[in-house]
Every structure is written in structure tokens, then in C-alpha cells.
């Protein structure tokens, strides 16, 4: 085998090895995304609960039927924390926002609003995708 053809070889591996790679970190972080945003709203995680649990526990009909209220106000009382969390940590941030401004120059403060609004558009174009999300699977925000 010449020298020219084994580099081939090992550039072709090295693609293949790469586009794996690149292909399992799409798929994952797609996985990942689901899991972790998604999956937050107040039906889908009582869904999700009521799944595990009856996987889990091989719950009957009857046990489902009895344990869906509890699963619901659970749900419930978390997405409320989330939700309060969620508040808090943009009012630490915005204050934090104000208290750096003030050691900032002209030009700096400038950046630091262009920032502030690339934020708040990603907040509410993800806000707006799990609003899409949850009105294709019967849930609601």
C-alpha cells in the first residue's frame, strides 16, 4: 500500500470519526434541550411524573386515577417556584446590570444595553418556542 493511499485512508477515517462526533453532539443537544427546557412546563412535567411512576411502580389504573391530583398540584407548585426563581434571578441580574453601568464609559454602557437586549430577545424567542410547543401537545404554559 503507498504512502499517498494510507493518508487517504486516515483522512477518510478522521471525517468519518469527526462527522460521528458532530452528529451525535446535534442529536444530544437536541436530547438535552427536550429534557431540560421543554419538559418544565406545568402539564408536560405532571405528564412526565405520572410516566415515570407508572413505569416505575407498575401503578394500576385505580392508583393512577387516585395519585393524578397530588402529581398535578406538585407540578404546579414547582413551575410556581420556577417561575419565582425566574424573577429573581433577572432582578439580580438587572440590578447587577445598573450597579456595573455606573464604571462603565459612553461606548461601554451602549454595549452592555445591546447585550441586555440580545438577552431579553432570546428569552422571549425561547419563551415564544415553548408557547408553540405546548399549544402542539394539548399542554398549557
Do not use: C
Not at 503507498?2 to 468519518?16: E, H
Not at 401503578?59 to 393524578?68: A, D, N, V, Y
Not at 432570546?122 to 415553548?130: A, T
Amino acid at each position: 500500500m503507498g504512502r499517498a493511499l494510507q493518508w487517504k485512508l486516515i483522512v477518510g477515517f478522521l471525517l468519518v470519526f469527526i462527522a460521528g462526533g458532530v452528529t451525535g453532539a446535534f442529536f444530544g443537544a437536541s436530547y438535552a434541550h427536550q429534557m431540560f427546557f421543554q419538559s418544565r412546563h406545568h402539564g408536560m412535567m405532571a405528564d412526565r411524573m405520572r410516566q415515570r411512576l407508572r413505569k416505575e411502580l407498575d401503578l394500576t389504573p385505580e392508583q393512577m386515577t387516585k395519585i393524578s391530583p397530588i402529581i398535578d398540584k406538585t407540578a404546579g407548585q414547582l413551575e410556581q417556584i420556577r417561575q419565582e426563581t425566574g424573577q429573581r434571578v433577572h432582578g439580580i441580574m438587572t440590578d447587577a446590570h445598573q450597579q456595573i453601568a455606573t464604571n462603565l464609559t459612553d461606548e461601554q454602557r451602549a454595549k452592555l444595553k445591546d447585550f441586555e437586549a440580545r438577552i431579553r430577545q432570546r428569552h422571549e424567542r425561547r419563551r415564544d418556542s415553548r408557547r408553540w410547543h405546548s399549544s402542539d401537545t394539548g399542554t398549557s404554559e
